[in-house]
């Protein structure tokens, strides 16, 4: 059982699209990510939610919009798609907090916006 | 605002040498301090952590001490394997607000040759 799972894997797109991508976790945790993670490995907290509350918003540009049916799911949906978009999406799940509790990630979203 | 520095990669070293990965933190208060491992295709493994000053994380043979002093958290293994060859990135999650996320250094890819 994959614990936190990412949909889809590989998406490629031209300018001006606008694109979802899907995260579920089963491990019951309360907090849910996004991280995107640019060509040069560098990570960058996009978006929190806790319990279906947005917590963070770090001033990505409202193109981009999450959404938390439930605490199990966190998707990202992206309009206008820009080639500075290309990068490879991470979401990740912890129970609380990040201060003492470990993140789990899926496996990645690689977005190619052409 | 809350930052990690870590020493550039790539590094590339031969089986069973010494490794060592310096990372340095600024952040208010005293931040958990946590080391990532990214394998090719995969997302991110918690490795190790340490969530006060004078903390030793260990795992798999990597360790790292919390040293409020000098403000860093290098990671170090005695002799390295290939299949240690990865990407890795040291973390910081703050208090208060700062518990919500965790912030990410820039990454430092190994590469250990047989």
């Known amino acids: 059982d994959t614990a936190v799972s990412q949909t889809p894997k590989y998406l490629v797109t031209q300018m001006g699209n606008d694109k979802s991508i899907k995260c579920e976790q089963n491990?019951?945790?309360?907090?849910m990510y996004w991280y995107k993670q640019d060509s040069k490995k560098f990570l960058k907290i996009m978006f929190s939610y806790n319990n279906k509350e947005l917590i963070i918003n770090e001033t990505v540009p409202n193109r981009f919009s999450p959404k938390s049916p439930d605490k199990a799911h966190l998707n990202l949906h992206i309009n206008s798609l820009e080639l500075g978009d290309s990068a490879v999406y991470f979401c990740?799940?912890?129970?609380?907090?990040?201060?003492?509790?470990?993140?789990?990630f899926g496996e990645g979203s690689r977005l190619t916006v052409l | 605002g809350d930052s990690v520095t870590q020493m550039e990669g790539p590094v590339t070293l031969s089986e069973e040498a010494f490794l060592t990965i310096n990372c340095t933190y600024t952040?208010?208060?005293?931040?958990?301090l946590f080391w990532y491992v990214q394998y090719p295709g995969e997302g991110l493994q918690l490795l190790l952590k340490?969530?006060?000053?004078?903390d030793k994380g260990s795992n798999k043979g990597f360790e790292a001490t919390y040293r409020k002093e000098t403000t860093s958290f290098h990671l170090e293994k005695g002799s390295v394997q290939v299949s240690d060859s990865a990407v890795y990135f040291c973390a910081l999650s703050g208090k208060g607000q700062g518990a919500q996320k965790l912030v990410f250094g820039q990454g430092t890819r190994l590469t250990i040759n047989p």
């Open positions: 952040a208010t208060g005293y931040p958990s």
């Open positions: 990740a799940s912890s129970q609380g907090g990040t201060n003492t509790g470990e993140l789990f």
């Open positions: 491990l019951g945790h309360d907090t």
């Open positions: 340490a969530t006060k000053a004078d």
